[in-house]
């Protein structure tokens, strides 16, 4: 999630960053937006299909075969972008919205169990059948929601699986910070909590992971993020044809960007995520969070990596392979 740590035991810190949504002016760009021609081995004709679902979260269909990554769908207000963040906000589901973006997925992967992530994957587990993949807490926050133990698939990093010729290669990876380097509710769990979570404050980090993806023979390989910060040895070498990564909301990460892309090989495609108002609807332009030095991160990218084509997603196109448009859905 975007950081908000300290922001209560700190009110000016709060309102100095979170005040977002009345800042916010102009919707993000909704076309992709090429910076350079990448050399790039993904065929267009490739038989995977990607959308984005705001946040960090994405649809990869693979022929008749869907894999979600973070899928938040509901997008209930929680006052984190008008400046008056509450973390009792209860949870909620709109199961309408999450039907509309899903479609019959066999997999979940979830990066970590902070609620812009995860509030969502309950559902969708119990509705879909769907296999989750995650950490131990958010095995045990599922099991909690009354999620079938044996629906859940627990990974720390390092894993390599095979779904049937769906590839996720699984690496152990970090939260990002705020300017003060903490982030809103840390914590593991070891064991379910006695109850099902109420509200926000009750999904703990629980620890992050970061997929690659490789979408059957005809590919791509996606590596997808939940969140900006990494651990540079355990990505080295992925080599990904898509990279999906969160645009950071501070400096407190060192050189975050050229470190990334060194590790990541230069992907042929780097899109970002995690940079929209996750309070609006999907229905919507996405709009920028206005914490979000977006302009500045797409620099960086085409600085460090200059034959990497950039594309800013839009949540209503599909994508092929290559990451260029197909369609735009109603």
């Known amino acids: 999630m975007s950081d908000t740590a300290d922001t209560q035991r700190d009110p000016m810190l709060g309102r100095r960053s979170l005040m977002r949504g009345a800042a916010l002016g102009a ?7 090429a910076t350079a021609t990448a050399s790039t081995s993904i065929s267009a004709s490739a038989s995977a ?62 990066s970590h169990s902070h609620w812009d992530h995860l509030a969502d994957v309950p559902h969708i587990a119990k509705s879909t059948g769907a296999r989750v993949v995650g950490t131990e807490t958010t095995y045990h926050l599922l099991v909690a929601f009354g999620v079938d133990p044996g629906q859940i698939s627990v990974v720390k990093g390092g894993e390599v699986l095979d779904f049937d010729g769906i590839i996720v290669e699984v690496a152990a990876g970090l939260h990002s910070r705020n300017k003060r ?44 993020m939940g969140a900006s910060d990494f651990s540079e040895r ?16 501070s400096t407190a990460t060192h050189h975050y960007v050229p470190r990334l892309l060194r590790a990541l090989g230069s992907p042929g495609v780097v899109v970002p995520v995690h940079w929209d108002n996750f309070e609006e609807p999907l229905s919507e332009p996405p709009r920028r969070d206005p914490s979000m030095d977006l302009d500045g991160f797409l620099a960086q990218v085409h600085r460090e990596s200059p034959a990497s084509r950039i594309v800013v997603p839009d949540y209503r196109t599909v994508y092929g392979a290559d990451m260029r448009p197909r369609l735009q859905t109603s």
Do not use: C, N
């Open 49 to 110: 299909s990607l959308r984005w679902l705001g946040t960090s979260g994405w649809r990869i269909d693979v022929d008749d075969r869907t894999v979600l990554f973070d899928p938040y769908l509901t997008r209930f207000k929680t006052g984190l972008f008008d400046g008056a963040f509450r973390a009792d906000t209860e949870l909620s589901t709109d199961p309408e919205v999450v039907r509309a973006h899903i479609g019959a997925p066999e997999l979940v992967l979830v």
């Open 27 to 33: 919707a993000a760009p909704l076309l992709p937006t």
């Open 181 to 224: 380097y903490a982030y809103f509710a840390p914590g593991t769990l070891d064991t379910p909590p006695a109850a099902p979570p109420r509200t926000i404050a009750e999904l703990p980090e629980g620890d992050t992971l970061a997929f690659q993806v490789t979408a059957g023979s005809g590919g791509p390989s996606a590596f997808l």
């Open 234 to 249: 355990a990505v080295q070498g992925l080599r990904p044809d898509l990279a999906m990564v969160a645009v950071p909301s």
